[in-house]
């Protein structure tokens, strides 16, 4: 069983930075995935990016060029931070991470482990 808790989430304004965190504790067999989503007020829940259990990192679209994973292998844990640049009203939600064994996936229905939520408003 793994828990996620996320910080780092705030206000800031339009081309600002914000730099979150997953914390992780507990443990789980296999490879793990771990991925961050987002939920904008009225909006469906979105996928934001991943980093694989080797390091590898996905990003959607609308935050490519704009957002960065990075995680220190050294620690041997799986958490890891999540770099927001230039950041525009649109990303503003609440930014929860995630977590599944085996690969990574776009859709939240097949993440097991969720953290509760960091806000992050751009204005």
């Known amino acids: 069983h793994v828990q996620l808790v996320e910080s780092g989430g705030g206000l800031v304004q339009p081309g600002g930075s914000l730099r979150l965190s997953c914390a992780t504790s507990?443990?789980?067999?296999?490879?793990?995935?771990m991925a961050w989503f987002r939920q904008a007020p009225g909006k469906v829940r979105e996928w934001v990016s991943w980093?694989?259990?080797?390091?590898?990192?996905?990003?959607a679209d609308s935050v490519k060029g704009r957002f960065f994973i990075s995680r220190d292998n050294a620690k041997k844990t799986l958490d890891h931070q999540m770099q927001m640049n230039d950041l525009k009203p649109e990303d503003t939600a609440m930014y929860y991470c995630?977590?599944?064994?085996?690969?990574?996936?776009?859709?939240?229905?097949?993440?097991?482990?969720w953290g509760q939520g960091t806000q992050v408003t751009v204005s």
């Open positions: 980093i694989t259990h080797v390091g590898s990192t996905n990003f």
């Open positions: 995630a977590a599944r064994t085996f690969g990574c996936s776009t859709s939240e229905s097949l993440y097991t482990y």
């Open positions: 507990g443990s789980v067999d296999g490879t793990v995935c």
